[in-house]
């Protein structure tokens, strides 16, 4: 195994690592629309979905993958309201095949943000 981290994401506020490489596979913490420049939550929920792709994609980078690696995606919301918004944004920073994906309805979410993803991906050989 091994820890995954670059300046370009938000630093892990816990004790875990921004993700870890194990055999051909990445996996990728929970991402909250923080913008890793000023250590500030961005604001709304198409300002928050595209900082959380801009940090997932920032430790994809890091390990020398991209979305095209992804096999599975995990969405969080703090509600099903803007879902509509965050597929619209989400599909259009992804291409076919899409990866497989969950998507739910959280109660409460970091710093009460309104989404938060979470990647697990494929290093091809």
Known sequence: MK???????????????????????????????IDPATGEVVEGIEAQTKQVLANLQAILEE???????AVKFTIFLNSMEDFATVNEIY?????EPYPARACVEVSR?????????DIVAYRKG
Do not use: R, W
């Open 63 to 69: 390990a020398g993958l991209s979305f095209a690696n």
């Open 3 to 33: 820890a995954i981290q670059t300046n370009n994401a938000p630093a892990a506020i816990g004790p875990y690592s921004q993700a870890i490489e194990a055999g051909d596979f990445l996996y990728i913490s929970g991402q909250i629309p």
């Open 91 to 95: 599909g259009a920073a992804l291409e």
């Open 109 to 117: 979410l970091p710093k009460d943000v309104l989404v938060e993803m």
